[in-house]
């Protein structure tokens, strides 16, 4: 297996370097490991506004980005590590337990009683510890998933607001699980430096060929991360379209933009407007931006 290195914790440039992976190098298996400062990342199939309160995760200085494959929100910091691993498609497809099987093992090496779970986790005593989910571009399929190693545990809950509750979608919901640390369950305790560097060898071998990323395969990451994982249009305005309740009002959404505003509160004026905070905040109080994107 081929081994990628990332210095970068910015999703949006990790995310961009694994779809360019996945769509430009046509043969080898491939890992990836990589870490996010403070980042919710939504499934490609999920609304935004309906996941977390967009107005904490911008008042906590946390990035939310959409990545290129299904399933649920989780959340980044740096103390998760994230697992990229790209190969040739199997017969079956999705397939797992390809993936996760080998995970597991270096896992329970550790002292973990690690297992996969029903939702094609990994969890360790009924806790989930590892979110995945997996994209297929012609033979080639990307399996990513994160392992919560050290992370702070109490933020995806404290930034979900009642936006789960507030919003009427047919986008794919998360489905909440309890979670917890893998630190705590190690038989011989290493910082997540350590840790990743042992699930490297465990996974590539101890002299495992390695690939650093050229100028120009760089500079196609990079206008890939600023085109498109950077960008409003997808992270945000690639929600279904919804409907928002806020209390006196509600209004419905498309493609990101408010196209009916309903009830009492006099807001005809947001019809138009794109759902960020600069755009509403040009055309109603602070008070109703809050509601809209609590």
Request: with cysteine; proline share 4%; net charge negative.
């Amino acid at each position: 297996m081929i081994y990628i290195p990332s210095t970068s914790t910015s999703a949006a440039e990790n995310l961009a370097a694994e779809e360019f992976l996945l769509t430009r190098v046509t043969e080898g298996d491939l890992l990836m490991l990589w870490k996010s400062a403070p980042t919710v990342v939504i499934g490609k199939f999920q609304n935004a506004y309906g996941e977390v309160s967009v107005a904490e995760t911008l008042r906590r200085g946390i990035t939310l980005v959409r990545r290129n494959s299904g399933g649920g929100t989780v959340y980044h910091d740096e103390g998760n590590l994230n697992f990229t691993m790209i190969s040739d498609r199997g017969e079956n497809s999705p397939d797992y337990e390809r993936f996760l099987t080998p995970v597991i093992a270096v896992l329970r090496d550790l002292g973990i009683p690690a297992k996969m779970g029903d939702s094609f986790d990994i969890t360790v005593d009924g806790y989930k510890v590892s979110g995945n989910a997996q994209s297929v571009v012609k033979n080639r399929v990307m399996h990513h998933g994160t392992l919560l190693f050290d992370a702070d545990l109490t933020v995806l809950s404290e930034i979900t607001g009642h936006a789960s509750a507030d919003v009427q979608s047919k986008a794919i919901r998360s489905n909440p699980s309890p979670v917890c640390n893998l630190r705590p369950y190690l038989k011989n305790d290493m910082d997540i430096a350590a840790f990743a560097e042992h699930l490297k060898t465990a996974l590539c071998g101890e002299n495992a060929e390695i690939h650093t990323f050229t100028d120009d395969e760089t500079s196609e990451i990079t206008h890939l991360r600023d085109t498109k994982y950077r960008t409003w249009e997808w992270n945000f305005a690639k929600s279904p379209a919804f409907t928002k309740d806020c209390g006196t009002f509600s209004v419905d959404v498309k493609n990101g933009i408010i196209t009916a505003v309903h009830g009492e509160h006099p807001v005809e004026n947001l019809i138009g407007v794109r759902m960020n905070p600069e755009e509403l905040s040009a055309v109603t109080d602070s008070k109703t931006v809050n509601l809209l994107l609590q």
